[in-house]
C-alpha cells in the first residue's frame, strides 16, 4: 500500500469516528474521493486496508460499510497517541521478528504482554493490519501474517526485486504519473539536502518503498505492482529493527535521484539499468544483516 493510501485510511477512520457513523454506514469511493480530494484509486486501497483491519466490512450490495467504529477510533488515535504507543508498536514488531509470538493471539494475551491499554493496542494492531503484516480475527483475536526471517529469503526479495523493477521501467504500457514521481524526486532530493538525518528508520522505509512502490505502479502491471507490495511487506519489520546508516543511505537516495531524473526525462532505459546496478549493490548488504543464519542483527542498515 502506497503511503498516500496508508495516510488516506487513517484520515477515513478518523471521518468514521469523529461522524459518530454507526456500524452498518456506507462508505462510497466516489464520495471518499471528493471528500478528500484524491482520486479513486487510492481510496480503494485504502478502503481495502481498513477491511483487513477490520474497521469496515463488504456491503451486501458492493463496496464497504462501517463494521467497527471502536477500531475506526483505535485507528483514527495512532497519529497523535503517546510515545508509548510507538514504542509498543516496534516492541510487538520486534517479538514478532524474533518468533516470541505465536501466529495468533489474543487482544488479551497481548494485554498482559505489552504495558498497553487496550484502545492503544488496537490502534498499534490496526496499523500492524494497514500495513499488511497482521490481520484481525473473529471475536478479539489477531493473525500475524508470514515476514522474511533469514538472510536467503532476504537475498532472494532483492533478486525478485532486481528482476521486475528494472523490468518494470520498460513495460510498452508505461505511462509516466508525472506529478506523483515529480513528488518523490523533491523528497528524496531533500533527504539528500540533510533530512536524512531527522528520520526514523521506519519512516525512512516508508519514503523510498513509496518511491519504488509509485515508479512500479508507472508500469501498468498488476503483477509486477502488487508482488512488489507483497515483497515489501513482507520484508517490513527487518528494516524497522535495524540501525540506519545515514551515510549509506543518503548515497541510496542519490541514487533515487538520478533514476527519478531519468524517467522523468523518458530516459527509462537508462533508468532500468540504473534501477538494476541499485538493487544489485544493495542485495549482498541486506542479506549480510542476518550473521550465522541465526536471524537478523542490530546491524547498519543503507534502507532502500
Given at each position: 500500500?502506497?503511503?498516500i493510501?496508508?495516510?488516506?485510511?487513517?484520515?477515513?477512520?478518523?471521518?468514521?469516528?469523529?461522524?459518530?457513523?454507526?456500524?452498518?454506514?456506507?462508505?462510497?469511493?466516489?464520495a471518499?474521493?471528493?471528500?478528500?480530494?484524491?482520486?479513486?484509486?487510492?481510496?480503494?486501497?485504502?478502503?481495502?486496508?481498513?477491511?483487513?483491519?477490520?474497521?469496515?466490512?463488504?456491503?451486501?450490495?458492493?463496496?464497504?460499510?462501517?463494521?467497527?467504529?471502536?477500531?475506526?477510533?483505535?485507528?483514527?488515535?495512532?497519529?497523535?497517541?503517546?510515545?508509548?504507543?510507538?514504542?509498543?508498536?516496534?516492541?510487538?514488531?520486534?517479538?514478532?521478528l524474533?518468533?516470541?509470538?505465536?501466529?495468533?493471539?489474543?487482544?488479551?494475551?497481548?494485554?498482559?504482554?505489552?504495558?498497553?491499554?487496550?484502545p492503544?493496542?488496537?490502534?498499534?494492531?490496526?496499523?500492524?493490519?494497514?500495513?499488511?503484516?497482521?490481520?484481525?480475527?473473529?471475536?478479539?483475536?489477531?493473525?500475524?501474517?508470514?515476514?522474511?526471517?533469514?538472510?536467503?529469503?532476504?537475498?532472494?526479495?532483492?533478486?525478485?526485486?532486481?528482476?521486475?523493477?528494472?523490468?518494470?521501467?520498460?513495460?510498452?504500457?508505461?505511462?509516466?504519473?508525472?506529478?506523483?514521481?515529480?513528488?518523490?524526486?523533491?523528497?528524496?532530493?531533500?533527504?539528500?539536502?540533510?533530512?536524512?538525518?531527522?528520520?526514523?528508520?521506519?519512516?525512512?522505509?516508508?519514503?523510498?518503498?513509496?518511491m519504488?512502490?509509485?515508479?512500479?505502479?508507472?508500469?501498468?502491471?498488476?503483477?509486477?505492482?502488487?508482488?512488489?507490495?507483497?515483497?515489501?511487506?513482507?520484508?517490513?519489520?527487518?528494516?524497522?529493527?535495524?540501525?540506519?546508516?545515514?551515510?549509506?543511505?543518503?548515497?541510496?537516495?542519490?541514487?533515487?535521484?538520478?533514476?527519478?531524473?531519468?524517467?522523468l526525462?523518458?530516459?527509462?532505459?537508462?533508468?532500468?539499468?540504473?534501477?538494476?546496478?541499485?538493487?544489485?549493490?544493495?542485495?549482498?548488504?541486506?542479506?549480510?544483516?542476518?550473521?550465522g543464519?541465526?536471524?537478523?542483527?542490530?546491524?547498519?542498515?543503507?534502507?532502500?
Amino acid at each position: 500500500m502506497s503511503r498516500i493510501a496508508g495516510n488516506l485510511a487513517q484520515e477515513i477512520a478518523r471521518h468514521v469516528d469523529e461522524a459518530g457513523l454507526p456500524a452498518g454506514t456506507p462508505l462510497p469511493e466516489r464520495a471518499l474521493a471528493e471528500r478528500f480530494h484524491v482520486s479513486r484509486s487510492p481510496v480503494r486501497l485504502a478502503l481495502r486496508a481498513l477491511r483487513q483491519a477490520g474497521v469496515l466490512a463488504e456491503a451486501e450490495r458492493g463496496g464497504f460499510c462501517v463494521a467497527d467504529p471502536a477500531a475506526a477510533r483505535a485507528l483514527a488515535a495512532t497519529g497523535t497517541v503517546a510515545d508509548d504507543a510507538e514504542a509498543g508498536y516496534l516492541a510487538i514488531a520486534r517479538d514478532r521478528l524474533a518468533g516470541r509470538i505465536p501466529d495468533r493471539i489474543s487482544e488479551n494475551a497481548l494485554l498482559r504482554r505489552y504495558p498497553l491499554t487496550r484502545p492503544r493496542l488496537q490502534a498499534v494492531l490496526a496499523r500492524a493490519a494497514a500495513e499488511g503484516w497482521a490481520e484481525r480475527l473473529p471475536g478479539n483475536g489477531w493473525r500475524f501474517l508470514p515476514v522474511l526471517t533469514s538472510a536467503e529469503t532476504y537475498r532472494q526479495s532483492y533478486s525478485f526485486r532486481q528482476a521486475i523493477e528494472p523490468a518494470a521501467l520498460l513495460e510498452a504500457g508505461f505511462a509516466l504519473n508525472r506529478p506523483v514521481i515529480e513528488r518523490h524526486l523533491d523528497r528524496q532530493r531533500r533527504l539528500v539536502a540533510g533530512e536524512i538525518a531527522d528520520l526514523s528508520a521506519v519512516d525512512l522505509f516508508e519514503v523510498n518503498r513509496g518511491m519504488h512502490e509509485a515508479l512500479i505502479e508507472c508500469s501498468g502491471n498488476a503483477f509486477f505492482i502488487e508482488s512488489l507490495r507483497r515483497v515489501d511487506r513482507l520484508r517490513r519489520l527487518i528494516e524497522y529493527r535495524l540501525q540506519v546508516d545515514r551515510t549509506k543511505a543518503r548515497l541510496r537516495c542519490e541514487e533515487h535521484v538520478a533514476i527519478l531524473e531519468m524517467v522523468l526525462q523518458g530516459r527509462n532505459p537508462e533508468a532500468a539499468e540504473a534501477m538494476r546496478r541499485h538493487l544489485a549493490a544493495l542485495a549482498p548488504l541486506k542479506a549480510g544483516l542476518f550473521p550465522g543464519g541465526d536471524g537478523p542483527a542490530a546491524g547498519r542498515l543503507a534502507v532502500s
